[in-house]
Protein backbone atom coordinates (compact mmCIF):
# COMPACT_ATOMS: atom_id res chain seq x y z
CA UNK A 1 0.00 0.00 0.00
CA UNK A 2 1.68 3.45 -0.98
CA UNK A 3 0.33 6.11 0.83
CA UNK A 4 1.00 9.60 -0.97
CA UNK A 5 -1.36 11.81 1.23
CA UNK A 6 -3.93 12.07 3.72
CA UNK A 7 -7.30 12.01 2.30
CA UNK A 8 -8.20 10.26 -1.34
CA UNK A 9 -8.54 13.52 -3.28
CA UNK A 10 -5.10 14.75 -2.95
CA UNK A 11 -3.47 10.85 -2.42
CA UNK A 12 -4.98 10.91 -6.11
CA UNK A 13 -3.64 14.27 -7.70
CA UNK A 14 -0.22 13.58 -6.00
CA UNK A 15 -0.06 10.24 -8.00
CA UNK A 16 -1.75 11.72 -11.17
CA UNK A 17 1.44 14.33 -11.13
CA UNK A 18 4.30 11.57 -10.01
CA UNK A 19 2.59 10.10 -13.68
CA UNK A 20 2.66 12.89 -15.77
CA UNK A 21 5.49 14.08 -14.63
CA UNK A 22 6.98 10.32 -15.64
CA UNK A 23 5.76 11.09 -18.88
CA UNK A 24 7.13 14.68 -19.28
CA UNK A 25 10.75 13.68 -18.71
CA UNK A 26 10.49 10.70 -21.14
CA UNK A 27 9.38 13.02 -23.41
CA UNK A 28 11.82 15.69 -22.64
CA UNK A 29 14.75 13.51 -22.46
CA UNK A 30 14.16 10.08 -24.43
CA UNK A 31 12.14 10.91 -26.81
CA UNK A 32 12.29 14.73 -28.38
CA UNK A 33 15.70 15.01 -26.26
CA UNK A 34 14.88 18.82 -25.42
CA UNK A 35 16.63 18.21 -22.01
CA UNK A 36 20.00 17.21 -23.89
CA UNK A 37 19.94 20.05 -26.34
CA UNK A 38 19.47 22.19 -23.14
CA UNK A 39 22.60 21.14 -21.91
CA UNK A 40 24.07 22.29 -25.01
CA UNK A 41 23.05 25.40 -25.29
CA UNK A 42 23.89 25.66 -21.95
CA UNK A 43 27.43 24.24 -21.98
CA UNK A 44 28.29 26.36 -25.46
CA UNK A 45 27.73 29.15 -23.89
CA UNK A 46 29.46 27.98 -20.54
CA UNK A 47 32.64 27.45 -22.95
CA UNK A 48 32.38 30.86 -24.43
CA UNK A 49 32.34 32.90 -21.02
CA UNK A 50 35.37 30.61 -19.86
CA UNK A 51 37.41 31.31 -22.97
CA UNK A 52 36.87 35.35 -22.11
CA UNK A 53 37.45 35.27 -18.33
CA UNK A 54 40.06 32.34 -18.54
CA UNK A 55 38.46 30.51 -16.03
CA UNK A 56 36.92 26.63 -16.41
CA UNK A 57 35.29 26.33 -12.96
CA UNK A 58 31.80 26.76 -14.74
CA UNK A 59 32.68 24.58 -17.28
CA UNK A 60 33.36 21.78 -14.50
CA UNK A 61 30.71 22.64 -12.74
CA UNK A 62 28.07 22.35 -15.56
CA UNK A 63 29.49 18.92 -16.51
CA UNK A 64 29.30 17.96 -12.53
CA UNK A 65 25.24 19.27 -12.83
CA UNK A 66 24.44 17.44 -16.18
CA UNK A 67 25.62 14.03 -14.52
CA UNK A 68 24.04 14.84 -11.70
CA UNK A 69 20.87 15.63 -13.70
CA UNK A 70 21.78 11.83 -16.06
CA UNK A 71 21.18 9.99 -12.48
CA UNK A 72 18.08 11.73 -11.72
CA UNK A 73 16.68 11.23 -15.05
CA UNK A 74 18.43 7.47 -16.11
CA UNK A 75 17.02 6.22 -13.17
CA UNK A 76 14.95 3.41 -13.94
CA UNK A 77 10.59 4.31 -13.50
CA UNK A 78 8.74 2.85 -10.64
CA UNK A 79 4.92 0.58 -10.83
CA UNK A 80 2.78 3.34 -8.43
CA UNK A 81 1.50 0.34 -6.88
CA UNK A 82 -1.62 0.47 -4.69
CA UNK A 83 -2.67 3.97 -4.01
CA UNK A 84 -3.84 4.72 -0.73
CA UNK A 85 -4.11 7.63 1.42
CA UNK A 86 -3.83 7.68 4.94
CA UNK A 87 -6.98 7.90 6.14
CA UNK A 88 -7.90 5.07 4.21
CA UNK A 89 -5.01 3.01 5.79
CA UNK A 90 -5.70 4.42 9.65
CA UNK A 91 -9.72 3.48 9.23
CA UNK A 92 -8.46 -0.33 7.86
CA UNK A 93 -5.95 -0.54 10.41
CA UNK A 94 -8.74 0.35 12.94
CA UNK A 95 -11.47 -2.02 11.90
CA UNK A 96 -9.14 -4.68 11.51
CA UNK A 97 -8.34 -4.61 15.12
CA UNK A 98 -11.84 -3.64 16.06
CA UNK A 99 -11.21 -0.75 18.17
CA UNK A 100 -13.98 0.86 19.35
CA UNK A 101 -12.32 4.19 17.83
CA UNK A 102 -14.89 6.18 15.89
CA UNK A 103 -13.71 6.03 12.38
CA UNK A 104 -16.06 7.05 9.16
CA UNK A 105 -14.36 5.26 5.66
CA UNK A 106 -13.94 7.40 2.77
CA UNK A 107 -16.70 7.49 0.18
CA UNK A 108 -14.03 6.90 -2.66
CA UNK A 109 -11.23 5.06 -2.52
CA UNK A 110 -7.70 7.21 -4.02
CA UNK A 111 -6.88 4.32 -6.46
CA UNK A 112 -10.64 4.63 -7.52
CA UNK A 113 -10.37 8.48 -7.69
CA UNK A 114 -7.45 8.46 -9.27
CA UNK A 115 -8.46 5.29 -11.99
CA UNK A 116 -12.13 7.60 -12.62
CA UNK A 117 -9.48 11.02 -13.45
CA UNK A 118 -7.18 8.62 -15.96
CA UNK A 119 -10.26 7.48 -17.81
CA UNK A 120 -11.92 10.43 -18.33
CA UNK A 121 -8.23 12.01 -19.81
CA UNK A 122 -7.20 8.79 -21.84
CA UNK A 123 -3.62 8.60 -19.83
CA UNK A 124 -2.58 5.04 -19.39
CA UNK A 125 0.23 5.18 -17.18
CA UNK A 126 1.28 3.67 -14.35
CA UNK A 127 4.87 4.81 -13.93
CA UNK A 128 6.52 7.63 -11.88
CA UNK A 129 9.97 8.78 -11.21
CA UNK A 130 11.49 6.51 -8.61
CA UNK A 131 13.91 9.37 -6.91
CA UNK A 132 10.86 11.83 -7.12
CA UNK A 133 8.45 9.64 -5.80
CA UNK A 134 10.69 8.50 -2.84
CA UNK A 135 11.17 12.10 -1.88
CA UNK A 136 7.53 13.16 -2.15
CA UNK A 137 6.76 9.78 0.22
CA UNK A 138 9.59 10.90 2.35
CA UNK A 139 8.79 14.00 3.24
CA UNK A 140 4.45 12.59 3.43
CA UNK A 141 5.91 9.41 5.57
CA UNK A 142 7.03 12.28 8.24
CA UNK A 143 4.43 14.50 8.29
CA UNK A 144 2.04 12.01 8.56
CA UNK A 145 3.81 10.40 11.07
CA UNK A 146 4.19 13.37 13.47
CA UNK A 147 0.02 13.91 13.12
CA UNK A 148 0.05 10.43 14.42
CA UNK A 149 2.10 11.04 17.57
CA UNK A 150 -0.03 13.83 18.01
CA UNK A 151 -3.71 11.35 17.79
CA UNK A 152 -2.23 9.99 19.74
CA UNK A 153 -2.41 12.58 22.87
CA UNK A 154 -6.47 13.29 21.75
CA UNK A 155 -9.36 11.45 22.43
CA UNK A 156 -10.89 9.24 19.83
CA UNK A 157 -13.51 11.58 18.45
CA UNK A 158 -10.80 13.98 18.07
CA UNK A 159 -8.53 11.66 15.42
CA UNK A 160 -7.49 13.56 12.80
CA UNK A 161 -6.04 10.77 10.43
CA UNK A 162 -9.43 8.58 10.71
CA UNK A 163 -11.68 11.45 9.93
CA UNK A 164 -10.07 15.04 8.59
CA UNK A 165 -11.93 17.57 9.45
CA UNK A 166 -15.10 14.92 10.16
CA UNK A 167 -16.82 17.09 12.70
CA UNK A 168 -16.81 20.09 11.03
CA UNK A 169 -18.55 18.03 7.97
CA UNK A 170 -21.00 16.79 10.36
CA UNK A 171 -21.97 20.12 11.94
CA UNK A 172 -22.30 21.73 7.89
CA UNK A 173 -23.80 19.02 7.00
CA UNK A 174 -26.85 18.43 9.65
CA UNK A 175 -27.43 22.31 9.50
CA UNK A 176 -28.42 21.57 5.90
CA UNK A 177 -30.67 18.63 6.70
CA UNK A 178 -32.24 21.02 9.60
CA UNK A 179 -32.48 23.85 6.43
CA UNK A 180 -34.36 20.94 4.76
CA UNK A 181 -36.71 20.13 7.22
CA UNK A 182 -38.48 16.21 6.85
CA UNK A 183 -37.71 15.30 3.76
CA UNK A 184 -40.30 12.23 3.39
CA UNK A 185 -43.62 14.13 1.91
CA UNK A 186 -45.58 11.68 3.76
CA UNK A 187 -44.25 12.39 7.09
CA UNK A 188 -43.81 15.57 5.92
CA UNK A 189 -47.32 16.14 5.45
CA UNK A 190 -48.00 14.68 9.18
CA UNK A 191 -45.44 16.90 10.77
CA UNK A 192 -47.01 19.91 9.59
CA UNK A 193 -50.63 19.38 10.46
CA UNK A 194 -49.15 18.21 13.71
CA UNK A 195 -47.49 21.55 13.95
CA UNK A 196 -50.27 23.83 12.95
CA UNK A 197 -52.95 22.16 14.78
CA UNK A 198 -51.29 21.43 18.09
CA UNK A 199 -47.58 22.94 18.80
CA UNK A 200 -48.21 26.51 17.35
CA UNK A 201 -51.03 26.63 19.88
CA UNK A 202 -49.28 25.13 22.51
CA UNK A 203 -46.74 27.67 22.21
CA UNK A 204 -49.03 30.25 22.18
CA UNK A 205 -50.58 29.23 25.40
CA UNK A 206 -47.07 28.95 26.93
CA UNK A 207 -46.04 32.40 25.64
CA UNK A 208 -49.37 33.99 26.97
CA UNK A 209 -49.80 31.75 30.57
CA UNK A 210 -45.96 31.30 31.30
CA UNK A 211 -45.46 33.75 34.78
CA UNK A 212 -41.67 34.28 33.97
CA UNK A 213 -40.23 35.89 30.61
CA UNK A 214 -39.91 34.22 27.37
CA UNK A 215 -37.28 35.70 25.52
CA UNK A 216 -36.56 33.19 22.77
CA UNK A 217 -39.32 30.43 21.77
CA UNK A 218 -36.63 28.85 19.57
CA UNK A 219 -35.93 27.08 22.72
CA UNK A 220 -38.99 25.42 23.48
CA UNK A 221 -39.91 22.29 20.51
CA UNK A 222 -42.63 20.26 20.27
CA UNK A 223 -40.40 18.01 22.77
CA UNK A 224 -39.88 19.89 25.20
CA UNK A 225 -41.32 19.57 28.67
CA UNK A 226 -43.23 22.75 29.04
CA UNK A 227 -44.77 22.32 25.42
CA UNK A 228 -45.63 18.44 26.25
CA UNK A 229 -47.27 19.92 29.65
CA UNK A 230 -49.68 21.49 27.08
CA UNK A 231 -50.44 18.55 25.54
CA UNK A 232 -53.94 16.15 26.22
CA UNK A 233 -53.19 12.20 26.12
CA UNK A 234 -54.28 12.18 23.21
CA UNK A 235 -52.31 14.79 21.76
CA UNK A 236 -49.34 12.90 23.46
CA UNK A 237 -49.29 9.62 21.90
CA UNK A 238 -50.05 11.55 18.81
CA UNK A 239 -46.50 13.43 19.07
CA UNK A 240 -45.14 9.99 20.76
CA UNK A 241 -46.29 8.24 17.18
CA UNK A 242 -45.00 11.09 15.19
CA UNK A 243 -41.36 11.47 16.51
CA UNK A 244 -40.71 7.37 16.54
CA UNK A 245 -41.78 7.58 12.40
CA UNK A 246 -39.09 11.02 12.23
CA UNK A 247 -36.69 8.89 14.34
CA UNK A 248 -36.80 5.84 11.98
CA UNK A 249 -36.46 8.22 9.27
CA UNK A 250 -32.98 10.15 10.62
CA UNK A 251 -31.53 6.91 11.47
CA UNK A 252 -31.97 5.07 8.48
CA UNK A 253 -31.61 8.52 5.38
CA UNK A 254 -29.20 10.17 6.84
CA UNK A 255 -25.95 10.13 8.96
CA UNK A 256 -27.23 10.88 11.77
CA UNK A 257 -26.52 7.76 14.04
CA UNK A 258 -22.31 8.01 13.48
CA UNK A 259 -22.85 11.96 14.50
CA UNK A 260 -24.70 11.15 18.12
CA UNK A 261 -21.69 8.79 18.80
CA UNK A 262 -19.72 11.83 18.20
CA UNK A 263 -22.00 14.29 19.87
CA UNK A 264 -22.12 12.00 22.85
CA UNK A 265 -18.28 11.36 22.99
CA UNK A 266 -17.45 15.15 22.32
CA UNK A 267 -19.74 17.14 24.79
CA UNK A 268 -21.52 14.80 26.95
CA UNK A 269 -22.35 17.84 29.68
CA UNK A 270 -23.88 19.92 26.48
CA UNK A 271 -27.37 18.36 27.20
CA UNK A 272 -30.42 18.95 29.90
CA UNK A 273 -30.40 15.74 32.43
CA UNK A 274 -32.57 13.38 31.00
CA UNK A 275 -33.24 14.88 27.49
CA UNK A 276 -31.93 12.49 24.58
CA UNK A 277 -29.90 14.33 21.90
CA UNK A 278 -32.02 12.77 20.09
CA UNK A 279 -35.04 14.74 21.17
CA UNK A 280 -32.84 18.44 20.07
CA UNK A 281 -32.06 17.16 16.33
CA UNK A 282 -35.87 16.40 16.00
CA UNK A 283 -37.16 19.48 17.44
CA UNK A 284 -34.92 21.39 15.20
CA UNK A 285 -36.35 19.58 12.19
CA UNK A 286 -39.66 20.34 13.20
CA UNK A 287 -39.06 24.29 13.80
CA UNK A 288 -37.83 24.02 10.04
CA UNK A 289 -41.05 23.20 8.88
CA UNK A 290 -42.83 25.88 11.17
CA UNK A 291 -40.70 28.48 9.57
CA UNK A 292 -41.16 30.38 12.36
CA UNK A 293 -39.15 34.23 12.58
CA UNK A 294 -36.10 32.55 14.74
CA UNK A 295 -35.60 30.45 11.83
CA UNK A 296 -36.00 33.18 9.03
CA UNK A 297 -33.61 35.18 11.05
CA UNK A 298 -30.84 32.43 11.18
CA UNK A 299 -31.32 31.53 7.34
CA UNK A 300 -29.46 34.80 7.15
CA UNK A 301 -26.34 33.51 8.00
CA UNK A 302 -26.74 30.75 5.51
CA UNK A 303 -23.94 31.73 3.36
CA UNK A 304 -21.42 31.70 5.69
CA UNK A 305 -22.06 27.71 6.61
CA UNK A 306 -21.83 27.72 2.69
CA UNK A 307 -18.60 29.36 2.70
CA UNK A 308 -16.97 26.98 5.30
CA UNK A 309 -18.47 23.74 3.15
CA UNK A 310 -16.69 25.29 0.12
CA UNK A 311 -13.45 25.84 1.96
CA UNK A 312 -13.48 22.80 4.07
CA UNK A 313 -14.27 20.44 0.77
CA UNK A 314 -12.01 22.66 -1.92
CA UNK A 315 -9.06 22.05 0.45
CA UNK A 316 -7.72 18.29 -0.22
CA UNK A 317 -8.08 19.57 -4.21
CA UNK A 318 -5.97 22.61 -3.10
CA UNK A 319 -3.05 20.68 -1.86
CA UNK A 320 -3.42 17.82 -4.19
CA UNK A 321 -3.03 19.89 -7.35
CA UNK A 322 -0.46 21.97 -5.64
CA UNK A 323 1.33 18.51 -5.45
CA UNK A 324 0.69 18.12 -8.97
CA UNK A 325 2.14 21.22 -10.07
CA UNK A 326 4.95 20.59 -8.33
CA UNK A 327 5.95 17.00 -9.36
CA UNK A 328 4.74 17.82 -13.33
CA UNK A 329 7.24 21.09 -13.43
CA UNK A 330 9.71 18.93 -12.25
CA UNK A 331 11.07 18.10 -15.49
CA UNK A 332 11.48 21.70 -16.30
CA UNK A 333 12.79 22.45 -13.63
CA UNK A 334 15.84 19.75 -14.21
CA UNK A 335 15.74 21.81 -18.10
CA UNK A 336 16.77 25.09 -16.97
CA UNK A 337 19.18 23.41 -13.94
CA UNK A 338 20.70 22.41 -17.50
CA UNK A 339 20.49 25.46 -19.61
CA UNK A 340 21.79 27.77 -16.90
CA UNK A 341 23.95 25.56 -14.69
CA UNK A 342 22.01 27.20 -11.73
CA UNK A 343 21.26 24.76 -8.67
CA UNK A 344 19.21 27.43 -7.36
CA UNK A 345 16.16 26.31 -9.10
CA UNK A 346 16.47 22.48 -8.10
CA UNK A 347 16.78 24.34 -4.50
CA UNK A 348 13.86 26.65 -4.54
CA UNK A 349 11.62 23.67 -6.48
CA UNK A 350 12.58 21.40 -3.27
CA UNK A 351 12.28 24.44 -0.65
CA UNK A 352 8.17 24.79 -2.45
CA UNK A 353 7.87 20.84 -1.97
CA UNK A 354 8.35 20.49 1.81
CA UNK A 355 6.26 23.78 1.92
CA UNK A 356 3.14 22.58 0.09
CA UNK A 357 4.22 18.95 2.32
CA UNK A 358 3.55 21.10 5.28
CA UNK A 359 0.09 21.57 5.02
CA UNK A 360 -0.48 17.78 6.11
CA UNK A 361 0.86 19.70 9.31
CA UNK A 362 -1.04 22.79 9.56
CA UNK A 363 -4.39 21.05 8.27
CA UNK A 364 -3.98 18.83 11.27
CA UNK A 365 -2.89 22.01 13.57
CA UNK A 366 -6.36 24.05 12.18
CA UNK A 367 -8.54 21.12 12.72
CA UNK A 368 -7.69 20.89 16.60
CA UNK A 369 -8.01 24.48 17.05
CA UNK A 370 -10.97 24.42 15.66
CA UNK A 371 -12.40 21.80 18.00
CA UNK A 372 -10.72 24.23 20.72
CA UNK A 373 -13.73 26.53 19.27
CA UNK A 374 -16.04 24.18 19.29
CA UNK A 375 -15.72 23.52 22.99
CA UNK A 376 -15.52 27.29 23.52
CA UNK A 377 -18.82 27.40 21.84
CA UNK A 378 -20.31 24.57 23.91
CA UNK A 379 -19.80 26.42 26.93
CA UNK A 380 -20.69 29.62 25.92
CA UNK A 381 -23.85 28.36 24.14
CA UNK A 382 -24.95 25.59 26.06
CA UNK A 383 -27.30 22.69 25.14
CA UNK A 384 -25.80 21.11 21.92
CA UNK A 385 -28.09 22.43 19.24
CA UNK A 386 -25.65 25.57 18.19
CA UNK A 387 -23.79 22.20 16.60
CA UNK A 388 -25.88 22.36 13.42
CA UNK A 389 -27.47 26.04 14.44
CA UNK A 390 -24.64 28.19 14.38
CA UNK A 391 -21.07 26.07 13.22
CA UNK A 392 -19.09 29.02 13.88
CA UNK A 393 -15.95 26.30 14.90
CA UNK A 394 -15.93 25.23 11.21
CA UNK A 395 -16.12 27.87 9.43
CA UNK A 396 -13.13 28.78 11.70
CA UNK A 397 -11.62 25.47 10.23
CA UNK A 398 -12.58 26.73 7.16
CA UNK A 399 -9.95 30.08 7.27
CA UNK A 400 -6.95 28.19 9.63
CA UNK A 401 -6.74 25.73 6.80
CA UNK A 402 -5.71 27.86 4.17
CA UNK A 403 -4.28 30.82 6.85
CA UNK A 404 -2.23 28.82 8.36
CA UNK A 405 -0.02 27.60 5.03
CA UNK A 406 0.34 31.53 4.14
CA UNK A 407 1.69 32.03 7.71
CA UNK A 408 4.20 29.14 7.30
CA UNK A 409 5.09 30.47 4.01
CA UNK A 410 6.14 34.49 5.01
CA UNK A 411 7.10 33.57 8.73
CA UNK A 412 9.38 30.20 7.82
CA UNK A 413 10.37 30.66 4.28
CA UNK A 414 10.94 34.29 3.51
CA UNK A 415 12.35 34.83 6.88
CA UNK A 416 15.20 32.12 6.14
CA UNK A 417 15.57 33.59 2.65
CA UNK A 418 16.42 36.74 4.69
CA UNK A 419 18.76 35.16 6.81
CA UNK A 420 20.10 33.90 4.27
CA UNK A 421 20.96 37.01 2.32
CA UNK A 422 22.06 38.38 5.71
CA UNK A 423 24.97 35.95 6.28
CA UNK A 424 25.86 36.88 2.44
CA UNK A 425 25.91 40.45 2.90
CA UNK A 426 28.21 39.53 6.17
CA UNK A 427 30.47 37.32 4.17
CA UNK A 428 31.12 39.89 1.40
CA UNK A 429 31.89 42.83 3.96
CA UNK A 430 34.58 40.37 5.66
CA UNK A 431 36.09 39.78 2.65
CA UNK A 432 36.21 42.75 1.70
CA UNK A 433 37.73 44.46 4.80
Known amino acids: MEIYGITPVDSALSALGLNLSQGLMNFLFHESKIGYLCFCIGFCYHIYRCTKQ ?45 SSSI ?43 IIAALNRLMPEYAQYLKHPFGIQDMALDLHRQVSLGVVDLALKSKAQDFIYTQYLPALIILRNSATDSITNLSNYGPSSERITNQYSQHVKAEWGR ?17 VKLILNSAYPR ?14 ALMRAEAQTLDDTRASRRDWLWQLAN ?57 YWVSLLMSNAQAQIA ?17 ILVYLMPLMLFFLVFKGVHFKYQQL ?3 ERHAAFI
Open 424 to 426: IKE
Open 242 to 258: LRIEIQHLINTHSTWPQ
Open 54 to 98: VNYRPLLVHFSIFIACLIIVGTSARHEGNISSAWEAYCLADNTSQ
Open 103 to 145: CMPPRLKAQILKSQILDSHQIATGQMPALLSFLGQSIDAVAIG
Open 310 to 366: GLLQSYPYAQGLASLSLYVFFPLVLCLVLTFARVDFLFYWIKSLIWVKSWILTAGLA
Open 270 to 283: QRPLGRDVDDDFID
Open 382 to 398: GGIKWFWQEPYFALGAG
